[in-house]
């Protein structure tokens, strides 16, 4: 069905994939609240969305917060926050990610700490995020309300270029696929909605972020408004639980081995309910 959420929370919308959506989502009537760790790219979006958004519907609001989804904890109070001044938020959108090289060929030069970072910003965050946003969403029963996650194709194959950031994907991706079948299970009011990115050319993997990259990583991949619009209509799909983008449907193997994996996993949830009875 359309994307029939009002009010949308996007956690790492100051730039890159999180912006373009907050975007389309204004400029396509629905209120946003951008978060980010960066208060002057918060308030440029404003500036520039912000009338964007009551001139479309007269509904549509444009609302910041800066926030480091790394402090861990500070993110009940945060959520306790969002939803205590916008308790018609409908819809919550986990974007925020990092992406570093790797190499094992010479372990005395890998980095733990970046690892370890890695992990907290692209995983263990949105451990907590969800775990705070999800009770607010749930109360709103019988309202549809929805958690949407970014991923990547690269939790579906990873590369070895950058192994740590496909293993970070790879397990929100595992995770997701349990949540979405839990919640289903009970006639959960919450859709869980994964996105998947190919490579996309936002500062993900310019040269500040990726050295190793140089002046090649700013044109990596799919052009950002390709991107959006195709995402965007996947959103609006009949079918919008996941929503593979461009180079991900086939050559990454979403319409086909992973539909496979996907079958067998729910034929093991149903083994093992079985055998619990």
Known sequence: MPFEYKKVLVVGATSGIGRALAAKF????????AVGRRQENLDDFAKQYGSVGEASVGEASVDTAVFDITKLQEIPGFAKDMFTKHPDIDSVMLNSGIQRHLSWVDPEKVNLDDIEQEMLTN??????????????????APKATSMIYTTSGLALVPILYCPNYCATKAALHHMILAMRQQLKDVGSNVKIIEVYPPAVQTELHDAKHQPEMGDRGKNLGMPLKEFTDEAFEGLNAEDNEQVPVQMVKTFLGFNGWEQERQKTMLKMAEMMKKQAH
């Open 26 to 33: 204004v400029e396509n009537g629905v209120s946003v609240i």
């Open 123 to 140: 995983y263990t965050s949105y451990m907590h995020l969800t775990k705070a946003f999800l009770p607010y969403l749930q109360k709103q």
